[in-house]
């Protein structure tokens, strides 16, 4: 009697174990995998937090802010890449996206996050300053779209005095260091500094020169038509050029669009990025203009900041709206 007696609790116990697993399941498990994957889902899809790691968009932003970016506005799109970021591994790459339909395009004046063109693992934020077709200039120090100031010039401590009319003005306001003023980054810019960029690809190059001829700012296309015709076809694959006739015709667009002094023209499906901080920022006038498709998303408004150099919190600063 006592040997059934055992033999029958041992087995109650033993079928105490799964039913104990499925309560731990539905009362920790679950509830903490659900809770993961809504945040994932928010993050990708509807808003997440970046911090701001450099001085390039002082004062409108300071580092050590921590911002929140709306990234359903421009289109919030699936991953491309699956990472681990604590060791900065890519696992995969290369994952067909999906992308959701925007809101509405990038304008210009709006802050956004993007995915850096030279290391799409890093994130960058800047001022977009120009869409497609705008013409942008930086001449003296002073940044021109479509021919009109971007700033007033008394922003610009040392600058020539130009002023636009009373209530014209656009933002920023922008930090000039003087000490910075003499970096490539505060250089003029222009379609032949453009054509200039480190790195640029024949395909983008192209895309410049016939951007800017279309735009009719004193380039004449039957002239160019010589150089950038070959170029064209090399690029679309209709003709194969060797590097010192590509060196040829390239030079030759150059040297065109610095005797015109003509202005770059944004190519269709690119914005023009520029940091606030406009002598002391790595943006469009280094790496060329930013693929519409690299935007994250726009910043919103920033929910802590923190002085690293007095080890406090800049209370002031939170809850400030981004513009």
Known sequence: ??????????????????????????D??????????VALVIRQ??????????????????????LFVNKYLYGAKTP??????????????????????????PRRGDIIVFEFPKDRTQDYIKRCVAVAGDRVEV????????GELYEDALDHPGRTTELQPAGSRQPPHTLHDAAAGGRAFGREYGLAEALRTEGLTP????????????????????ALADDLAPLRDHVDG????????????????????????????????????????????????GWGPLDLDLVKGKAIFIYWSWDAQRFLPRLSRIGDLIR
């Not at 116990?13 to 539905?26: D, F, S, T, V, Y």
């Not at 001449?139 to 479509?146: A, E, H, P, T």
């Not at 395909?203 to 800017?212: H, K």
């Not at 150059?254 to 943006?283: K, L, Q």
């Open 80 to 105: 491309e890449r699956i990472r681990l970021p604590l060791v900065n591994r890519t696992l995969v790459d290369d994952l067909p996206v999906l992308k959701l339909p925007p809101l509405r395009e």
């Open 28 to 37: 920790y498990v679950k509830p903490i995998g659900t809770a993961v994957l």
């Open 1 to 26: 009697m006592f040997g059934r007696n055992r033999q029958q609790g041992a087995r109650v116990r033993g079928a105490a174990k799964p039913g104990l697993r499925r309560r731990l399941w539905a």
């Open 203 to 222: 395909r983008a190059f192209v895309g410049m020169v016939e951007a800017a001829a279309a735009a009719g700012l004193g380039l004449d296309p039957a």
């Open 139 to 146: 001449r003296q120090g002073l940044l021109r779209v479509n």
């Open 45 to 66: 899809f509807v808003i997440q937090a970046f911090r701001i790691p450099s001085p390039s968009m002082v004062n409108t932003l300071l580092v050590g802010d921590f």
């Open 238 to 285: 209709r003709r194969s050029l060797t590097v010192m006739e590509m060196s040829g015709h390239m030079g030759a667009l150059h040297a065109a669009a610095a005797a015109a002094a003509t202005p770059f023209v944004v190519p269709e499906g690119t914005i023009f990025m520029m940091g606030d901080n406009r002598d002391n920022s790595y943006d469009s006038r």
